[in-house]
């Protein structure tokens, strides 16, 4: 089936549909990562957004249930160059177009997708259409009426609506057995160190297993959680989660976080950064094609020390708008955007890539045990 790919500026691309036929829209980006598409197309902060990635090849190892960043699908569509026609892995459990199909998600394969990349890099992140259904006309239509990202809040969609306790038996933290190839193995964990609050702004599940595997026990509150609710609860430590759309469209999040600063350690990642560089009496502005894909090198100011990071955000924090009493701790070596601040006077920092990675490189996994040291030093 016949597939049309419009953005908002004119450009159209022509390829086959794949998974579910319709019309859908968001705003078109592009992820560089080789591996982990299933990942990427359950990772809740690309809640309105048609993904393109740039490996030529997706599909080849199939979809299984214990992979996803969430419990479905978030992305609004997907692009990709070709569609691999087999499954290959003793973990695959259906193909991806059947996953697509399972869940009325609309794919397109057999894009010049190094075109389109390009193209973006040039032009920036921008609305899209992707249809079975329209004329190229009425997809460009379509494309220019639909909600801007700016502005949008798509927190709302993703958040938990109830609060959970992360049990990691009903989380599957079974793990493949490399050498036999069954599954059921447990995976070890370590005694709870600390307590903590998560903020659920849009949580990948990896990030919640990470926590745990660091000692953490972890309590998920809904994005619209009181900070007195929060500290009802007496936690250790708070943490601020990964989520999508626009940070200065959250005053509501704004003002609860800024309650908690200085009561409790607060740890951010990715739209926590970003929240709290609002809390702290900063901005953030949109970068124009944002980072994401798992080869995004960062530089740690303090040490010099340099990490391959995961990452997937469209926004960034202002480093001149930040007060002096907040330091930038971490900047991307490929264009210095923030990647990191800390708090000089409260127990508070955050980082804007992915420590638990899910796809990615594992260069990073430490702040999880920075979290829990800087919890220790505060008792």
Request: net charge negative.
């Amino acid at each position: 089936m016949k597939a049309i790919l419009a953005l908002e500026d004119g450009r159209m691309f022509q390829g086959r549909a794949f998974g579910h036929p319709g019309t859908t829209t968001g705003e078109i980006c592009f992820n560089t990562s080789m591996t982990g598409y299933q990942e990427v197309i359950t990772d809740p902060s690309y809640r309105g957004q048609i993904v393109t990635m740039t490996y030529p090849q997706i599909g080849n190892y199939g979809v299984n249930p214990e992979d996803g960043e969430s419990s479905a699908p978030q992305v609004r569509g997907f692009v990709i160059g070709e569609l691999s026609p087999i499954a290959s892995n003793y973990r695959s459990r259906q193909t991806l177009a059947e996953y697509f199909s399972e869940h009325h998600l609309l794919g397109i394969e057999w894009v010049d997708t190094r075109a389109l990349t390009k193209h973006l890099r040039s032009a920036g992140a921008m609305r899209a259409c992707l249809t079975t259904e329209l004329s190229e006309n009425e997809a460009l239509d379509a494309a220019r009426n639909s909600a801007p990202m700016e502005g949008s809040d798509f927190v709302k969609e993703v958040s938990t609506p109830e609060a959970y306790h992360w049990d990691q038996d009903s989380r599957r933290f079974t793990l493949p057995n490399t050498v036999t190839g069954v599954e059921g193995n447990w995976l070890e964990l370590p005694p709870v160190r600390h307590r903590i609050v998560a903020f659920d702004f849009g949580i990948k599940f990896n990030i919640l297993r990470r926590l745990r595997q660091a000692g953490f026990d972890v309590q998920v509150v809904n994005s619209r959680t009181s900070a007195e609710d929060v500290l009802a609860l007496n936690p250790d430590g708070i943490f601020l989660s990964n989520g999508p759309g626009d940070p200065a469209a959250l005053g509501y999040i704004h003002t609860e976080v800024r309650k908690l600063v200085g009561k409790k350690p607060i740890f951010g990642i990715c739209l926590g950064n970003q929240i709290l560089g609002h809390v702290f009496g900063g901005s953030t502005y949109k970068l124009k094609f944002g980072h994401r894909g798992g080869n995004q090198p960062v530089k740690d100011l303090r040490s010099g020390k340099i990490s391959i990071t995961s990452q997937n955000h469209g926004f960034a924090v202002d480093a001149d708008k930040l007060p002096s009493n907040v330091e930038v701790t971490h900047i991307n070596l490929n264009d210095d955007t923030v990647e990191g601040i800390r708090h000089k006077d409260h127990p508070v920092f955050s980082v804007q890539y992915h420590p638990e990675a899910a796809p990615g490189p594992h260069d990073a996994t430490y702040f999880f045990d920075e979290f829990a040291a800087l919890i220790d030093s505060t008792k």
